[in-house]
């Protein structure tokens, strides 16, 4: 997995997050082509959701802040972002995640 830039590599059409490809940054944030099973600080109500997409439909890509998921998209297409409040720095990464995924 390539360890890349968050400000020149992941967002905008060309990105990594548009083109759903896995991902390490030099900081926090990383996306997967499967899904991991660490939860970090997802509230429990979002934990539960994870958890049964990873089930059904499952889940094809998979975007981290810390050792968090913050975003998801479903292998129906469906796109995930738990509506939760975190750091200065995943709160960049999801909005990250809101305009490219």
Not at 5 to 15: K, L, Q
Not at 47 to 65: C, F, K, L, M, T
Not at 74 to 98: A, F
Request: one cysteine or more; glycine letters at 10%.
């Amino acid at each position: 997995m390539p360890t890349v830039s968050i400000r020149h590599d992941v967002g905008g059409p060309f990105g990594l997050l548009n083109a759903r490809e896995p991902f390490q940054s030099h900081g926090a944030m990383s996306a997967y082509g499967f899904p991991p099973s660490r939860t970090g600080l997802l509230p429990w109500e979002w934990v539960e959701a994870y958890r049964a997409d990873r089930e059904n439909p499952g889940i094809s890509y998979v975007v981290y802040s810390y050792q968090t998921p913050i975003a998801w998209v479903r292998k129906d297409g469906e796109t995930v972002i738990p509506d939760v409040g975190y750091s200065v720095t995943t709160t960049r990464h999801q909005g990250l995640c809101r305009a490219w995924l």
